[in-house]
């Protein structure tokens, strides 16, 4: 019974964390951050790189995981059930089982 308590709080942490949470964007050096990109370069050749940079909207990130949360959701209800269902099969209230004694 703590084991499931535990799960479900593991559960409804890692999607109140993901549907409320920033993203982590693991941008790191010369003070940047998530919010803000510093670029420095000191030298260059004849030819400068082209960066290229796939960004999508946060929206698009808050979208995914309400998606991931109503699909956890459902999974779980479906869990729940297929559970109940092997631990009451044949019968809840079942008598203890009697055991003979044999003498020999």
Not at 19 to 47: C, K
């Amino acid at each position: 019974m703590a084991w499931t308590v535990l799960a479900l709080v593991a559960l409804v942490t890692a999607v109140q964390s993901g549907l409320l949470g920033q993203p982590d964007m693991q941008v790191t050096g010369n003070g940047s951050s998530e919010a803000a990109l510093y670029w420095y370069l000191d030298r260059s050749g004849a030819v400068l790189p082209r960066p290229w940079v796939v960004s999508l909207p946060t929206l698009v990130y808050r979208g995914a995981m309400l998606a991931w949360a109503l699909w956890l959701a459902s999974a779980c209800l479906a869990w729940i059930r297929w559970g109940w269902g092997a631990f009451a099969s044949g019968g809840l209230w079942r008598p203890k089982a009697k055991v003979q004694v044999t003498k020999g």
